[in-house]
């Protein structure tokens, strides 16, 4: 009776999760059961989806393993599929997805979180769109490719201290921190991306931009 009790309560997480009532973790995409550890706890039974709701800002050490079977009351974990410390910023809903037969820490070939729905690049397909930046030698050619790619990926801190290492002026490095700021996944690193600036000038202004998007 608990186990349906509790399965019941993460179908209505995940329905409310899809209809944008609730904030939190969702973790999907593998075919067969699984189940998800966060901080060491286990927060879910068996199964293909998984919402964790009410979650504050801030890192939590996601882990998913297979689930394995012995009885209907001896259920444990089996391999790992998925293991990554992940920042939420308490807004939302963060997608992290398990692809089969995928493996654990940075070698996975999926996305590891989202914001907005828009998922950070996988290192594969990270490492190409760096070539195609590193190939344009205009800084506003650059951020051509950058606002195209902004309509449905997102980006972490330390692809953004790389990025801007390929602008050349601090105009367009400030017009690139700018740009990609609302689809950074973990903005409370952000402060690294703007240290790369050159003129304190220039960090005012980015961080004035942040101010005023943060209070808009």
Known sequence: M???MICALCVLLSL???AGFVDGIRISGYDRPFIVTIDNENVSMPATSCFVAGLSS?????EVYESRSMSDDDIWKG???YSKRV???GIGIMDIRIDGGSSAGGGHNGHWSSVFGKNV???DVFADFYQRMKDEAFGDGKNKIIRTALANTAFTTDQCERLIDLYSFDDDKVEFLKLVYPNVVDKEAFFRAI???TFLSSRDKVRDFIQAYNNH
């Not at 801030?58 to 996601?62: D, E, I, K, L, Q």
């Open 2 to 4: 608990r186990k349906l």
């Open 87 to 89: 920042y939420y910023n």
């Open 121 to 123: 690049m996988s290192a």
């Open 58 to 62: 801030g890192y939590y050490t996601v």
């Open 16 to 18: 409310s999760a899809r």
């Open 79 to 81: 391999r790992l599929l």
């Open 195 to 197: 240290d790369k600036l």
